[in-house]
């Protein structure tokens, strides 16, 4: 067992119609992973709409969409979308193809144009998928996909329009029903399919199976393709099979999957004019050429066998350019062309000659009104082609074949047989044709070991002439070598091994066998007089031409016995009795004469009547009937007399009506004829306008799809926005250009004095509590130049709003209307009203404030700092704080401080430094950081003071009291006073140096020493 990985090469194609767009967007949405896969997606699009597939397909899935154009490599995990109006197609390298629609007025078949192109170009890798539409497109291009190998899937019945996926399931070419999100999983399946072993046993056993049920010797096709059909179905099968052993066995068992296998081995796919290049060479040098020979030999039929016709466009097709041809030369000759097949189903299909439109898509115009009839939906062949064609059963590998034919064509069929049955076959097609027929191949065949039997027309359609011959001899020898096979080949020895296994299953045959031998001579006829049943020994009274294929008992038996069983047959039909006759001599050709007696009576009898006629041929007397019976003697001419004298009756009375019904018609015959020219000019117009209605209607259906789920999508757009607008507590007014209200609101009737009513009505018919005397002017202001205003306006209340007046702009930038937000401020105006309070009093006092961020940088600034640093706002914005005011605070302790107040601390002190002009500076400092509403430090503000000048008066009172206190113990004695001003100078003096520099504490010193040295000398030291 092995796994594929060919999934990686995978194209998927999907077409759809109407009702398609949710199937598709089920579809990707199940679609998980899309990496070894490209998908090609074909809708039946209108020109005239904008198709919204790529936007509403990318909410369903994340891989790339794109619109295709022609000549783009196909990349995995990519979808391509056909745009309207365009056919797409694959070619060999994956690569993109478009072409426009034809100009015709016929209807487009764009999905079966994509599948056709999948199954030439990627065999059994194709994959199409039929989703929701009406009409059949894609039937066509399932089928070739079907026959290529490839896996064909329809959507079930949860199809909102089922036509197209149905039209498929009917004609048998679809492998799965599924829902859309059912198909993603299968995918995977499909391309991860096990691979299985196949013995020579097994495959005989198979072989048997299908012979049994088929009548067809699969032995004797091609191996490799047969094991991958095989393959194929039991990786279709719900079951999971181990081996082919299994598989076998469960053939065995279940004969309804013999008929699948058998559906999948025969698949027919034919299409009228296929390969029109080919049929066009027919047409132009092929049919002139023989029904002129026709006429030059006063030759009165054209024979024509189409072999493997499966459900008969080619047969039909070829009868059309002969009927043409005929036409053109003016000659009247009979066209016989005996289409068979294999399969029983399809000739049954054929012979009724009914096709649906998309069919007959590939049929020319002129020949679709010169040889259809419309039945409603579908359009049946005309009788005038129909009884060229007579449909039949027939094995071509091992029935007998037509004679005197002047053309054999056999399409696409030898490609699956084995090489020696392939030869074998084309001997028989050789003996078959006169010399100088025609043989019509498919464009992949060739002619193997018998190019030298044949004339080569056209090597690239593959059109032959066949050459003069021992027909009889070539026959023979290669039916020999046919049988024989190549010797010791895997395929001769697998037929070998085949037809061994088969001998032993005859014994299945031997109770038909044995009734032949215990049936008299007898033949079985049907309602037309048709032979469907002889016994072997009525053989020797019947005359079967070997060159048709069915036959009427009067064409088989000589005259004199075809009146007697005429005129039985006639007495039967009447009377539902038997009819018998005695001693009829017959006489043959070959000088036999035999004296019968003749028994015809009814079989198969029903309550309604019965459905066969029997007649029994006796030599002797007729006693095996075992019953009494009145026989009449048997005397020709009475019969005949009695026989002319009954159809002259008839005939007079027929004349008489005819006459009469002649008569009548007459008056009114021109009349008719004239009209039912008109209707049916009327009805071809009609037919073509109702084809264009319905491409239209599926056109419609698909763009009105779209649009709905857009206005989902609008809808829901529009619930966001109205929820939006209303909790956010804004008041809004919407107008167009002529200021009618369009939409506003709930918050927008506190401020005008609105109603759901005034909806329409122009904005200045509105009252509103604003002092807002230019608002009409503004409107006109903003609509005329788009821009936005903004302006602060009272109320009559007191109240404080924001209003804002913006252009209203449409999608494509085009101004529409306006838009009108007021929003209340009263809060901020009172808490801007405060803070400018607060902040002029800081300004009063004096103080100087600087704010920085967490880094260091000034960030604001006022003016009473900006005139202490010597630098404007601006210029300070930005600059480190150490560094402005000529880097004086690097020196102070400053930064410790602001370090400290980022970290979370307060810190407020004096600090001294030299100010810009080099003079000493006291200023009292209040650093503190700064939080946002979380409590998270954002910045740090320092508010400063500067006390210089009230330091320097503290200072001059300080040596005032000093001075005063000196003063007034001067008086005293210099004995008493020695002591208390040395205490004094002692205590004072420090004190001065430790706040003041030396500078200013010396004077003081200087004079109490100077003062004491007066008084006493020796106080000094």
């Given at each position: 067992m092995t796994i594929d990985t060919k999934a990686s090469t995978a194209i998927i194609g999907i077409g759809a119609s109407a009702g398609g767009l949710e199937a598709i967007e089920q579809f990707f949405h199940s679609m998980e992973d899309g990496q070894f896969f490209s998908f090609v997606v074909v809708q039946h699009l209108s020109p005239n709409y904008r198709s919204y597939m790529p936007e509403l397909l990318k909410k369903a899935t994340d891989m790339d969409i794109i619109t295709a154009e022609d000549g783009m490599t196909i990349s995995e995990k990519t979808i391509y979308l056909c745009p309207p109006s365009f056919y797409i197609t694959v070619d060999s390298n994956r690569k993109i193809k478009l072409a426009p629609y034809p100009s015709s007025r016929s209807p487009h078949f764009p999905i079966d144009e994509l599948f056709e192109s999948m199954a030439h170009q990627l065999k059994e890798k194709a994959v199409g998928i039929v989703f929701s539409g009406n009409g059949s497109d894609g039937t066509r291009g399932l089928k070739s996909i079907r026959e290529a190998g490839g896996l064909c899937i329809a959507q079930d019945d949860s199809a909102k329009y089922r036509d197209m996926p149905l039209s498929a399931r009917e004609e048998g070419v679809v492998d799965f029903v599924l829902s859309p999100d059912e198909i993603p999983q299968n995918l995977l399946s499909h391309f991860n399919y096990k691979s299985y072993i196949f013995s020579d046993d097994i495959l005989s056993e198979i072989f048997f199976l299908l012979n049994k049920s088929t009548n067809v010797d699969f032995s004797q096709y091609k191996l490799n393709s047969v094991k991958r059909r095989i393959e194929r179905r039991m990786n279709l099968c719900e079951r999971k099979f181990y081996s082919a052993e299994d598989y076998k066995q469960f053939l065995l068992e279940n004969p309804g999957e013999v008929k699948k296998l058998k559906e999948d081995l025969l698949i027919g796919v034919t299409h009228f004019f296929r390969d029109k290049p080919a049929f066009e060479y027919l047409e132009k040098e092929v049919f002139p050429k023989l029904v002129e020979e026709k006429k030059k030999n006063h030759s009165k039929s054209i024979r024509v066998w189409v072999a493997a016709c499966s459900t008969g466009q080619e047969a039909y097709s070829i009868a059309m350019l002969l009927n043409e041809e005929l036409i053109k030369q003016q000659m009247d000759i009979q066209v016989q062309i005996f289409a068979t097949d294999v399969d029983k189903n399809a000739i049954k299909t054929a012979s009724l000659g009914r096709f649906n439109k998309q069919i007959i898509a590939t049929v020319p115009q002129s020949f679709q009104t010169k040889y259809f009839e419309r039945d409603k939906e579908d359009y049946v062949i005309k009788k005038d082609i129909r009884k060229m064609i007579v449909f039949a059963p027939h094995n071509i590998t091992k029935d007998s074949p037509f004679v005197d034919l002047d053309m054999v064509s056999c399409r696409n069929v030898l490609i699956y047989f084995q090489p020696e049955l392939q030869q074998r076959v084309l001997s028989l097609f050789h003996f078959a044709l006169k010399e100088n027929g025609y043989l019509f191949l498919g464009p992949s065949e060739t002619l193997g070991r018998l190019s030298n039997l044949f004339g080569t027309l056209n090597s690239k359609w593959n059109i032959f002439s066949n050459t003069s011959m021992d027909?009889?001899?070539?026959?023979?020898?290669?039916?020999?070598?046919?049988?024989?096979?190549?010797?010791?080949?895997?395929?001769?020895?697998?037929?070998?091994?085949?037809?061994?296994?088969?001998?032993?299953?005859?014994?299945?045959?031997?109770?038909?066998?044995?009734?032949?031998?215990?049936?008299?001579?007898?033949?079985?006829?049907?309602?037309?007089?048709?032979?469907?049943?002889?016994?072997?020994?009525?053989?020797?009274?019947?005359?079967?031409?070997?060159?048709?294929?069915?036959?009427?008992?009067?064409?088989?038996?000589?005259?004199?016995?075809?009146?007697?069983?005429?005129?039985?047959?006639?007495?039967?039909?009447?009377?539902?009795?038997?009819?018998?006759?005695?001693?009829?001599?017959?006489?043959?050709?070959?000088?036999?004469?035999?004296?019968?007696?003749?028994?015809?009576?009814?079989?198969?009898?029903?309550?309604?009547?019965?459905?066969?006629?029997?007649?029994?041929?006796?030599?002797?007397?007729?006693?095996?009937?075992?019953?009494?019976?009145?026989?009449?003697?048997?005397?020709?001419?009475?019969?005949?007399?009695?026989?002319?004298?009954?159809?002259?009756?008839?005939?007079?009375?027929?004349?008489?009506?005819?006459?009469?019904?002649?008569?009548?018609?007459?008056?009114?015959?021109?009349?008719?004829?004239?009209?039912?020219?008109?209707?049916?000019?009327?009805?071809?117009?009609?037919?073509?306008?109702?084809?264009?209605?319905?491409?239209?209607?599926?056109?419609?259906?698909?763009?009105?799809?779209?649009?709905?789920?857009?206005?989902?999508?609008?809808?829901?757009?529009?619930?966001?926005?109205?929820?939006?607008?209303?909790?956010?507590?804004?008041?809004?007014?919407?107008?167009?250009?002529?200021?009618?209200?369009?939409?506003?609101?709930?918050?927008?009737?506190?401020?005008?004095?609105?109603?759901?009513?005034?909806?329409?009505?122009?904005?200045?018919?509105?009252?509103?509590?604003?002092?807002?005397?230019?608002?009409?002017?503004?409107?006109?202001?903003?609509?005329?130049?788009?821009?936005?205003?903004?302006?602060?306006?009272?109320?009559?209340?007191?109240?404080?709003?924001?209003?804002?007046?913006?252009?209203?702009?449409?999608?494509?930038?085009?101004?529409?209307?306006?838009?009108?937000?007021?929003?209340?401020?009263?809060?901020?105006?009172?808490?801007?009203?405060?803070?400018?309070?607060?902040?002029?009093?800081?300004?009063?006092?004096?103080?100087?404030?600087?704010?920085?961020?967490?880094?260091?940088?000034?960030?604001?600034?006022?003016?009473?700092?900006?005139?202490?640093?010597?630098?404007?706002?601006?210029?300070?914005?930005?600059?480190?704080?150490?560094?402005?005011?000529?880097?004086?605070?690097?020196?102070?302790?400053?930064?410790?401080?602001?370090?400290?107040?980022?970290?979370?601390?307060?810190?407020?002190?004096?600090?001294?430094?030299?100010?810009?002009?080099?003079?000493?500076?006291?200023?009292?400092?209040?650093?503190?950081?700064?939080?946002?509403?979380?409590?998270?430090?954002?910045?740090?503000?320092?508010?400063?003071?500067?006390?210089?000048?009230?330091?320097?008066?503290?200072?001059?009172?300080?040596?005032?009291?000093?001075?005063?206190?000196?003063?007034?113990?001067?008086?005293?004695?210099?004995?008493?006073?020695?002591?208390?001003?040395?205490?004094?100078?002692?205590?004072?003096?420090?004190?001065?140096?430790?706040?003041?520099?030396?500078?200013?504490?010396?004077?003081?010193?200087?004079?109490?020493?100077?003062?004491?040295?007066?008084?006493?000398?020796?106080?000094?030291?």
């Open positions: 027909r009889g001899q070539i026959s023979n020898g290669l039916a020999k070598q046919a049988r024989g096979g190549a010797p010791g080949s895997a395929d001769a020895r697998l037929a070998e091994k085949y037809t061994s296994y088969k001998a032993y299953n005859h014994a299945n045959d031997f109770p038909t066998m044995l009734l032949d031998e215990m049936l008299e001579a007898c033949v079985i006829l049907d309602d037309e007089s048709e032979v469907i049943f002889s016994s072997s020994k009525a053989q020797q009274y019947l005359s079967f031409p070997k060159n048709k294929s069915n036959f009427n008992i009067h064409h088989i038996v000589p005259t004199s016995l075809s009146v007697v069983i005429g005129a039985a047959i006639k007495k039967v039909k009447e009377t539902h009795e038997e009819a018998s006759f005695e001693n009829i001599e017959v006489r043959y050709k070959d000088h036999r004469e035999y004296c019968l007696n003749l028994v015809v009576k009814p079989v198969f009898k029903t309550d309604s009547g019965f459905r066969n006629i029997g007649i029994f041929f006796e030599e002797k007397k007729v006693e095996f009937l075992k019953k009494e019976y009145k026989a009449y003697p048997y005397d020709p001419e009475f019969l005949i007399h009695q026989r002319i004298n009954e159809m002259e009756q008839e005939l007079y009375l027929t004349k008489q009506h005819l006459q009469s019904t002649i008569e009548e018609l007459e008056t009114s015959n021109e009349e008719l004829q004239s009209t039912n020219e008109e209707l049916i000019a009327a009805n071809e117009e009609l037919q073509s306008t109702n084809e264009e209605l319905q491409s239209v209607n599926e056109e419609l259906i698909t763009v009105n799809n779209e649009y709905e789920k857009k206005i989902e999508e609008l809808i829901q757009l529009n619930n966001d926005m109205d929820n939006l607008l209303i909790n956010t507590k804004i008041a809004t007014i919407f107008l167009d250009k002529e200021f009618h209200i369009k939409q506003f609101t709930p918050e927008a009737t506190n401020v005008f004095y609105l109603m759901e009513r005034d909806i329409g009505r122009p904005i200045h018919h509105i009252s509103h509590v604003l002092k807002y005397e230019n608002f009409l002017r503004d409107l006109e202001d903003v609509l005329l130049n788009p821009y936005t205003v903004e302006n602060e306006v009272q109320s009559t209340t007191g109240k404080w709003y924001s209003i804002k007046i913006m252009p209203y702009r449409t999608s494509e930038n085009f101004i529409e209307g306006i838009v009108i937000t007021v929003q209340d401020i009263t809060e901020l105006k009172v808490i801007d009203k405060n803070f400018a309070m607060s902040v002029n009093a800081l300004e009063q006092m004096g103080s100087r404030i600087i704010v920085t961020d967490m880094e260091g940088a000034v960030t604001h600034a006022n003016q009473s700092f900006c005139d202490f640093a010597g630098s404007s706002e601006d210029e300070l914005t930005g600059a480190f704080i150490g560094e402005i005011c000529g880097g004086h605070f690097q020196n102070t302790g400053f930064l410790n401080h602001w370090q400290i107040a980022k970290e979370g601390s307060r810190w407020n002190g004096e600090l001294s430094y030299e100010n810009t002009s080099g003079e000493e500076t006291c200023e009292y400092l209040i650093i503190a950081p700064l939080l946002d509403e979380n409590g998270t430090i954002v910045q740090v503000m320092t508010i400063g003071t500067d006390i210089t000048d009230r330091r320097k008066e503290q200072e001059h009172l300080f040596k005032s009291e000093v001075v005063s206190m000196i003063t007034q113990v001067a008086i005293a004695e210099q004995d008493s006073i020695k002591i208390p001003l040395d205490k004094i100078t002692k205590r004072v003096v420090p004190s001065i140096l430790t706040s003041r520099s030396n500078e200013s504490a010396n004077p003081v010193e200087g004079a109490i020493s100077q003062w004491l040295l007066a008084t006493d000398p020796g106080a000094v030291k």
